[in-house]
């Protein structure tokens, strides 16, 4: 039996906005689910109908089997972490943590208890008698998680956790809250915008835009099998280029330059002879020497590789090479595709403006 089981959720906002559309989403137990996409996608109004800040416009939830649709927040036996902390300024690190079970009136020792518990796994039991302003912004963050750790619920909730941390305390609490999750062993649903995160931390990745959810899987499924146009560019940094074109037999071809395609690709792409296509390909699968001809725009070397970033003809295309480069603006360099690594996909279907209605789906 799935720990989370969530069947056809959609969210209608009042005024008539729907922010989700049809979300499904089984979650195991100890599973940790990393919902990703970008700003005004749907993943904050999805976390708050499972926790219960939303009302369901229409489907279903159930967590461990009861059906909480129309349940009260407290009733759901989940914990909220937000991005804001939302600690009371006034109290100490410990009646923070406290108060929830304060709250519900549990006994004194039992709140202790469960307190120190929560301070030994958090690194937090030299801080209880400080006051949240005398805290860093990791440890303040890390008293958010202390919190829903007494209440020890069914379910983690967080909701952008690490944004308002500068990006090296990012890093750190990433690595911490994998190890949180260990410790805990416990189910785990995540909001972010950011793909490092999600790639770093999830069992599983939903991946969605426009309100649709567009995938899910394990990152490196979503990585190396993106199902559409929009899973490919938003995951991965830099993102995948892509470029727009025809099969034409075994070639593919676009304004740019032609491309060979190898038989099992062109058998693969047979149906779409003749018709467009998009070509995808990362930055790390871009080799050399090859017979499209880049012109360097500038060269960015990160240490153990370089990024080098150029045109081929008016598209920018950026190239991810696993040794320092020195290339000059204006060299040109032959690049060409790892066979491997070449995504092919469908045209988005677009509207009568121009915006995209469908992303274009996987080939191959
Ligand atoms: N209370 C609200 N009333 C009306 N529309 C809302 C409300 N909250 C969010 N929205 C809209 O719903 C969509 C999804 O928002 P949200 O779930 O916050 O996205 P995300 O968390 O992915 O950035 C956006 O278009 C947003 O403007
Ligand atoms: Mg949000």
């Known amino acids: 039996m799935p720990e989370v089981n969530i069947q056809h959720l959609d969210k209608i906002y009042d005024g008539g906005v729907q922010a989700v559309y049809d979300f499904n989403l089984d979650i195991a137990d100890g599973e940790f689910i990393v919902l990703v996409g970008p700003s005004g996608c749907g993943k904050s109004t999805t976390l708050r109908m499972v926790a219960g800040l939303e009302d369901i ?54 709140i202790h208890r469960k307190v120190l518990a929560a301070a030994e796994i958090l690194d937090l039991r030299t801080q209880l008698n400080k006051k949240p302003r005398q805290l860093s912004g990791g440890q303040r963050q890390r008293v958010a998680m202390g919190r829903a750790i007494v209440r020890n619920p ?14 090296k305390l990012r890093g750190s609490m990433r690595r911490e809250l994998l190890l949180l999750h260990k410790k805990l062993n416990a189910t785990m649903m995540y909001v972010t915008h950011d793909q490092t995160e999600a790639l770093t931390l999830a069992d599983r990745i939903v991946c969605m835009s426009m309100g649709h959810v567009q995938q899910i899987g394990k990152p490196i499924d979503l990585y190396e099998h993106p199902a559409n146009t929009f899973v490919a560019t938003f995951i991965g940094l830099p993102p995948m280029n892509m470029f727009e074109g025809k099969v034409e037999g075994n070639k593919f071809v676009c304004e740019l330059f032609s491309y060979p395609l190898s038989q099992s690709q062109a058998s693969a792409l047979k149906e779409h002879d003749g018709k467009e296509v998009i070509l995808g390909v990362r930055p790390e699968n871009i080799t050399r020497p090859g017979s499209v001809k880049l012109t360097v725009t500038n060269n960015e070397n990160l240490g153990m590789n370089t990024l080098v970033h150029g045109k081929v003809g ?51």
Not at 161 to 166: F, R, V
Not at 321 to 339: L, M, S
């Open 57 to 110: 416009s229409a489907g279903t939830l159930i967590i461990d089997g009861k059906d909480c649709t129309r349940l009260a927040p407290k009733d759901r036996d989940i914990a909220m972490v937000f991005q804001n902390y939302a600690l009371y300024g006034h109290m100490t690190i410990y009646e923070n943590m406290a108060f929830s079970l304060t709250l519900r009136k549990e006994k004194k020792e039992v």
């Open 154 to 167: 069914k379910v983690f909730l967080f909701d952008e956790p690490l944004s308002n941390l500068d990006a």
């Open 314 to 364: 008016a598209q920018t295309v950026v190239c991810k090479f696993a040794e320092w480069c020195n290339y000059k603006p204006g060299d040109v360099v032959d690049i060409g595709f790892d066979e491997e690594m070449m995504h092919f996909f469908e045209k988005p279907v677009t509207d009568e403006n121009g915006a995209i209605v469908e992303y274009g789906k996987s080939i191959i």
